[in-house]
């Protein structure tokens, strides 16, 4: 079976300091992998896409970068936190065996202070 | 341009009563049309999708969704609710993973159930 594995599941950090969220599929090869945002009383977001290793579509400018280094590895990254970038992420996957369904992690809270 | 319109914002139902979500679309292709069920602090469940075929879907928990192609709808609904139901629904469409697309979301509807 898949699982999706999502890392750290909270964070506290500070204005101006980096980000690291991970995002790891068991199970299959070659999926798709996603980045969502879901800010308070907001609906989700897409941030970022990627169809491969090093491919990554960006959907909305920020201040944020994603980066795929491995097949089944997804991590979104910041430099320079910012308040606005507060709220829960969530990463996604779908591939030839889930049958054009996204399936979700259990998503990760940040909040920059 | 491609979208999804969720027109309620947050719905009330009694418990036992029934439950109608309702969700419009705008998308060029055909599209693969999905509902999924968020807790809070969780992520997002499926309960059920559409590709193709029969028009009436069946989901988990007792729901359902009736893909109206004249009316670019995809409305869930459920004969009766119950308290655990009480989440945030989300509808979507895409275009398939061969698209190489993701998913647009609606922007969810907030469901309370009341005793």
């Known amino acids: 079976s898949q699982t999706i594995h999502q890392w750290p599941a909270t964070l506290v950090q500070p204005v101006g300091s980096p980000l690291s969220l991970e995002c790891t599929v068991e199970g299959t090869s070659n999926p798709n992998l996603y980045w969502y945002r879901q800010a308070a009383g907001r609906g989700l977001q897409l941030l970022f896409y990627s169809v491969g290793i090093g491919q990554i579509s960006s959907e909305v400018p920020q201040n944020l970068s994603a980066s795929r280094p491995q097949d089944r590895q997804f991590i979104l990254s910041s430099k320079k936190l910012l308040l606005s970038d507060s709220g829960f992420y969530l990463c996604a996957w779908t591939s030839w065996i889930s049958g054009n369904t996204i399936y979700f992690g259990e998503g990760s809270w940040l909040t920059v202070v | ?115």
């Open chain 2, 1 to 115: 341009a491609q979208s999804v319109t969720q027109p309620d914002i947050h719905i009330t139902v009694s418990e036992g009563a029934s439950l109608e979500l309702r969700c419009n679309y705008s998308y060029g292709a055909t599209p693969y049309l999905f509902w999924y069920v968020q807790s809070p602090g969780q992520g997002l469940q499926l309960l059920l999708k559409y590709f193709s075929g029969d028009t009436l879907v069946q989901g988990i928990k007792g729901f359902e969704a009736e893909f109206k192609r004249s009316q670019s709808s995809f409305n869930l609904r459920k004969p009766s609710v119950h308290w655990s139901d009480a989440a945030e629904y989300f509808c979507a469409v895409g275009a398939g993973i061969q698209a190489g697309t993701a998913l647009i979301f609606g922007k969810g509807t907030t469901l309370s159930v009341s005793s």
